[in-house]
Each structure stands twice: as C-alpha cells, then as structure tokens.
C-alpha cells in the first residue's frame, strides 16, 4: 500500500519571517499585506511574524542565510517586484534573488520565494492582488503548508 503524506494549513504555533524588498513599495506593500492576513487566516499569531526589510531583492539571500541559520523560524519568505527594463538589470537582480532556494536546502527550513518576476508594471499589479490574486497570500499559505508537510516526514 502508498503511504501519502499531506499537510494541513494550520500555522497553530509556528514562527515565520517575511523578508520584504522596499524597492518597488508599492506592489511589495501589496504583497505583504496578502501574505500578513493569509497567516491570520490559517491561525499563525501576530507576534509569530517577524518582518524585515531590504533595499531590493538582489539583497535577500544573504538575509534569508542569516534569518534560516538563526533557528528562531520554521520558514523564511521572500516578497519582492523585478519588474523587466531596457537594460540587463533584471536578469542579474531577478538572478541572485533566486538564490534563495538552495538555503532552504542547506537549513532543512521552507524558503518560499514570493518575488514577482515579470515584464511589465501591469503584470506586477495584476499578481499584488488584483486579476491573479494575491502572490504574497499564496506565499505565506505555502510557507504554513510546509512547515507541516517537513514535520510529517
């Protein structure tokens, strides 16, 4: 017989950090605030949510090192906006913020990466809580989902 393992979305007890990029406030304002309320919903306590903020997301990954080394959260999530210019910018800002995965793998704690990539401002608003919904509620409910699902295994 399969054995399945399936987590549930309550955050009963559990300890976040949101890592939030100030560059583009106004669609990480969204983001956060999605995210924020998306834990209230699955029952993660105020006071369980630590945010940070920094500049810009090419300096999340650093920030996410020193917040998953701490053992003082059971995830990290990243909230930010590269939206695409004129220039070769984005790929190396959009780049290194991705690097966030692999420090989830190497301190066995869900990093979920909650930074829009996109081409356009319209698309960026679109996923901030408009016509996509709400990228940064998703993330949280993701981050509450694995927490559980990792205590499962």
Not at 28 to 56: C, I, N, Q, W, Y
Not at 86 to 105: L, N, P, Q, R
């Amino acid at each position: 017989m399969i054995q399945e393992l399936k987590a549930d979305l309550n955050g009963k007890g559990q300890k976040h950090c949101v890592i939030v990029s100030r560059f583009n406030e106004f669609i990480t304002e969204s983001l956060l605030k999605g995210a924020l309320e998306s834990f209230r919903m699955h029952g993660v306590k105020e006071e369980d949510v630590t945010v940070v903020r920094v500049p810009g997301a090419y300096e999340m990954p650093v920030v996410v090192a020193k917040a998953a080394a701490s053992k003082k959260y059971n995830s990290v999530i990243c909230l930010g906006a590269v939206i695409r210019g004129a220039t070769a910018h984005f790929d190396f800002v959009a780049g290194e913020s991705a690097k966030i995965g692999s420090i989830g793998v190497q301190y066995s704690i869900p990093v979920v990466f909650g930074v829009l990539t996109t081409d356009t401002i319209e698309q960026a608003i679109e996923r901030a809580g408009t016509k996509a919904g709400n990228k940064g509620a998703e993330a949280a409910a993701t981050a509450v989902e694995m927490v559980n699902l990792l205590a499962l295994l």
